[in-house]
């Protein structure tokens, strides 16, 4: 189907708040991936989710981050206790089985921590 | 621990250039290599992937090439035009057998008319 699809685009919040990022990737991909990357910065990994499992949480910077993913579908990033270092923009992959094949990115959600 | 390093990091060129973008990886146990583009504050586009048993691979005026034992990879676009100015990232999986890519920083590339 269409290609892999991120939401909110925007998000501005104050901080402390607490924040869920979804992202929808392309139908049958079984591997799903989120980075961060800030203004300036490359991309860093946060996790990696092979159906509903993730196997490598190795990125997740705080135990204020957490993900899930349901139905090997749809998944969710959720940030809570804001900081203004979270500011970035989240990116969402996913590819057909995993490592060996294409990844393919969504647009991003730009996440503002006032 | 694997490092991907992006040479140039900026690029700035006159229309119909012939270029050449450098990326270097420490470890060469890798399954593939992928070169990705990134518009302002858009996501990452795919435009080419080499297995680790290939040397290069083409899409229209893009050319990758992948050396394995001297941990190198080079992105060559022929005739550049002002629409191929984006940031072009090359991404390597982790060695180990981690499928995670490691990204590079990325090269910042100005096509002027």
């Known amino acids: 189907g269409a290609g892999v699809s991120q939401s909110p685009s925007n998000k501005v919040t104050e901080k402390g708040k607490d924040v869920e990022l979804r992202c929808d990737p392309i139908?049958?991909?079984?591997?799903l991936y989120w980075y961060r990357q800030s203004l300036g910065q490359g991309l860093e990994f946060l996790i990696y989710f092979q159906g509903n499992s993730a196997p490598d949480k190795s990125g997740l910077p705080s135990d204020r981050f957490s993900a899930e993913r349901t139905g090997g579908s749809v998944s969710t990033l959720t940030i809570q206790r804001t900081q203004q270092e979270d500011s970035a923009v989240y990116l969402c992959a996913s590819s057909k089985t995993g490592g060996r094949d294409t990844q393919y990115f969504g647009p991003g959600t730009r996440l503002t921590v006032l | 621990k694997q490092e991907v390093t992006q040479i140039p990091a900026a690029l700035s060129v006159p229309e119909g250039e012939n270029l050449v973008l450098n990326c270097s990886f420490t470890?060469?146990?890798?399954?593939?290599l992928q070169w990705f583009r990134q518009d302002p504050g858009k996501g990452l586009t795919s435009l080419l992937l080499i297995q680790s048993s290939q040397r290069e691979q083409t899409s229209g005026r893009l050319n990758a090439s992948l050396d394995k034992s001297s941990g190198r990879s080079t992105l060559y676009i022929a005739a550049s035009q002002p629409g191929d100015s984006a940031t072009y990232l090359c991404a390597v999986p982790a060695s180990g057998g981690s499928y995670i890519p490691t990204f590079g920083r990325g090269t910042s590339l100005i096509v002027h008319p």
């Open positions: 470890d060469s146990a890798i399954y593939n």
């Open positions: 139908s049958g991909h079984t591997a």
